[in-house]
């Protein structure tokens, strides 16, 4: 329960502080419970989806899905990717990109990044049918969150304790975490997905395995504005996919 207390606190911004009290030593763990924030966060988005689109045009709705999953977790990730697009796009060495990431100021890589990414992220929903964008966003939510919680496998934290902007050091993901993990990331694509899509996972994959290589190559690791880029840009992987599947009239 401290765990999943944990990830709740850290990755949302609603008062669960306010009902456990949990020691700090749980938050090393939150990464490893990441999918299973995504049964919250997707759930908001897609219903706000579906019902603000019963009343309103669903240009509107598509804002206001996204808007209501960046007030529940306060723009964590989008944060970490705009620090990402600024580090990547402006660093050349390993010490230069950490710098840049870890600099609260945003920069034009981040301001251009996050544009693009929004634009893209309204337009790959836009080109669904409602039903089609509801039930991708609940699939593609916690299962690219459990993806992206895979990195603690593949890198080491590029940073330590001290320096890092949560001051908090997230340990390697074990096999029960893992297990865990695993269900609450991937069941709601079996529960939601027709089995002649379930390829759709293999593009946020590549998109994990291209980003971590990316990673390890230029800052030896990972961060937690590289856990919060790598989720989002997965996430986008995965609507293309749908957009692919609708369109070719798979489904």
Known sequence: MNNLAAA??????????????????????????WAVVGWLTAPVMAGTLWLTAQI????????????????????LHEDGLADFFDGFGGGTIKERILAIMKDSHIGTYGVVGLIFYFLLM???????PLYWACITILAADPCCKFIGSLITLRLTYARNED??????VY????????????????LPILFFIPSIAWW????????????????GKKIQGYTGDCCGALFLLCELAFYIGSVIVIDNGWV
């Open 56 to 75: 309103l045009p669903v240009q509107v709705a598509i804002v206001l899905a996204i808007l209501s999953r960046l007030l529940i977790t306060g723009a």
């Open 200 to 215: 759709i996972v293999v593009l946020p994959l590549a998109v994990f395995f291209g980003l971590t290589w990316l990673m």
């Open 122 to 128: 309204f337009m790959l929903l836009y080109s669904m």
């Open 171 to 186: 340990n390697k993901m074990s096999l029960f975490p893992l297990i865990i993990s695993a269900v609450f990331g991937l």
């Open 8 to 33: 709740l606190i850290f990755f949302t911004r609603l008062p669960f502080w306010r009902i456990f009290s949990v020691p700090n030593e749980y938050f090393k763990q939150v990464i490893n419970y």
């Open 163 to 168: 320096t890092s902007k949560a001051k908090v």
